[in-house]
């Protein structure tokens, strides 16, 4: 519930709050030092129930009313009173919020508690949900030894080492029963989509593409309704509509993003329950994999890993055996790679909405029988390496942008400088 990276450091906050001894009253002190993607993917984002967006109110909910044991639903207890408590935190000028210039990780989240007679301190690190320190007054708190739950400090499970033709075999594979849970990811993420689709969240890009004067350009076809669907939950998301979305590898809009044009294109085509599943899976799992080695936070947006999961989810619903489901995501990183990641905001539902449409080409592509070729770009005729090309460019190649991207959004606000005029 609330994008993730804002809700992560709500709920770091929320459990330093928990293992700090003194009254909430006696706080004198909320410090959060912070890695630069978790800056840059919370400063313009909504926060569920609030009609405000960034840290700082995350934060002072966080303390306020967030509940450590509830993981990344922690702010589902906000109501009216709970923001103008939240606004008044904020007036007292105890947030501090600072970029940590040297986090281990690029998830990384430490939050210190201070009062006259305690201190806590709780760190989030590798993963949204991972808590590695947990302290009060100084002195480590292991689970079990607060006299309360502490399900949260745990490490971040491991997962193994796929490649696309183990993610197909699963997914086809697999007995359908054990994967019908992946039916949840439909039922969360549509009600966000329609949740969206009555009012207006964000730049209401969904809604936009569903109006009847847009369907005089689009049209009202599968294609439209994947668009306007897919962006609908994503303007619920980001503009901070108090509903609960399944993610992708820590992101909402992946999960958004993966399961949104998946379920939209097996409506409109009357597949049955067990395609449904089996694309579903594939395309999270996909999308899974892609994250495998990219990193949970890059500057390569993300709608370009999740984007490829549905294209492949596409193409199997379209008859796609695994040549075509292959071919589908060479097409798709031909064509995606190096969309920047320029934090989360209400506009990430117009990146989707490219991301999906590109999404849907690829796969009509493949279908016919075409795929981006060896000769071309950073394609190799193996997909595996593709997905590898893919990665490393987001994970290593564009890291001085990403560096430089965070220095542009920290810097709008200041005068412009002048350019050096070389001496005569």
Known sequence: MGCTEPVAVALAVARAVELYRGSRDSITAID?????????????VGIPGTGMIGLPIAIALGALVGRADLGLEVLSAVNDKAVEDGKALIDKDIIKIQLCKDAPSLLHIDVRITGPEHTSRAVISGSHTNFVVCESDGRAVNAGTDGGENASCTDAYAIPELNLSTVWDFSINTPVDELSFILETRRLNKAAAEWALMDNYGHSVGRTLHSERQRNVMGDSTF????????????????????????????????????????????ENYADREHTVRALTLSHLTAIYIKQSLGCL??????????????????YLMGGGY?????????MVANLTGMICDGAK??????????????????????????VTPLEGIIDQDVDRTISNLTTIGREGM??????????????????????SPQS
């Open 32 to 44: 959060c030092l912070l890695s630069a993607n978790i800056i840059k993917n919370a400063m313009g």
């Open 224 to 267: 439209s309704r994947i668009l306007s669907y897919t962006s609908a939950a994503c303007d619920a998301r980001m503009g901070g509509a108090p509903v609960a979305v399944m993610s992708n590898s820590g992101s909402g809009n992946q999960g958004i993003a993966a399961t949104m044009p998946v379920v939209v294109y097996a409506e």
């Open 298 to 315: 890059s500057a390569l947006c993300g709608c370009v890993v999740a984007a490829t999961g549905s294209s492949a989810g596409i193409c």
């Open 323 to 331: 040549e075509q489901v292959a071919a589908t995501v060479k097409n």
């Open 346 to 371: 209400p506009s990430c539902a117009l990146k989707i909405s490219s991301g999906v449409s590109t999404a849907v080409i690829s796969a009509m592509v493949a279908m016919e029988g075409q795929s």
């Open 399 to 420: 890291t001085q942008t990403d560096a430089l991207i965070l220095d542009i959004m920290t810097h709008k606000n200041e005068p412009k400088k002048e350019p050096h």
